[in-house]
């Protein structure tokens, strides 16, 4: 990184230099001009940048895909690890006369680091959209950093006969 930061620092003092020259000579100002500003700029941008990394430092901070610095996962609090799980493709049903709930569902770690021991809770509700029931279990599995586990046939427990929807979410973990 340090020898490709020195040829563009290199080769933008020679691309002022050459376009200094270029200016001497009336019919080639112009592009003289545009080559001695854009090695300005280069060698400035380089400057600036080796100025606010340090010149030990890389050019650059890791960066995630989406642009943004990522975390160190000691860094993490609790409810940004919780926000960094998702469950989708839920399904579910009911067994036992209606009174107990079966969950199958997707849990995704979005996070830095393994997990482990996720805690799921679901709220269910009655036809009229109220809370009636509340069920939490845990998956008892080590889920790897930015990978999915697929959760299938959960026994949630008993819910009411009344319940018509559920929504899930994680609620809880343990470190791998």
């Not at 691309?15 to 001497?24: I, K, Q, R």
């Not at 009655?126 to 959209?129: I, L, Q, V």
């Not at 790897?144 to 929807?165: A, H, P, Y």
């Given at each position: 990184?340090?020898?490709?930061?020195?040829?563009?620092?290199?080769a933008s003092m020679v691309?002022?230099?050459?376009?200094?020259?270029?200016?001497?000579s009336p019919a080639r100002r112009q592009t003289g001009?545009?080559?001695?500003?854009?090695?300005?700029?280069?060698?400035?941008?380089i400057v600036v940048v080796l100025g606010i990394n340090g010149p030990g430092a890389p050019a650059t901070a890791p960066v995630a895909a989406a642009g943004v610095v990522e975390p160190k996962p000691e860094n993490l609090s609790r409810s940004?690890?919780?926000?960094?799980?998702?469950?989708?493709a839920i399904s579910w049903h009911k067994e036992a006369f209606g009174s107990v709930m079966v969950a199958s569902f997707r849990l995704h770690n979005d996070n830095p680091m393994p997990l482990k021991d996720i805690e799921v809770t679901c709220a269910s509700s009655?036809?009229?959209?109220s809370i009636i029931d509340k069920n939490t279990r845990t998956v008892y599995e080590v889920i790897?950093?930015?990978?999915?586990?697929?959760?299938?046939?959960?026994?949630?427990?008993?819910?009411?006969?009344?319940?018509?929807?559920t929504k899930c979410r994680v609620t809880g973990y343990s470190r791998a």
């Open positions: 990184m340090q020898a490709l930061l020195g040829f563009i620092v290199l691309g002022g230099a050459v376009g200094l020259l270029m200016c001497l001009k545009t080559i001695a500003l854009g090695s300005v700029a280069c060698f400035v941008t940004q690890i919780l926000a960094n799980f998702r469950i989708s009655g036809p009229s959209g790897r950093q930015r990978s999915l586990l697929e959760v299938d046939k959960l026994n949630m427990g008993f819910i009411r006969t009344e319940t018509t929807d």
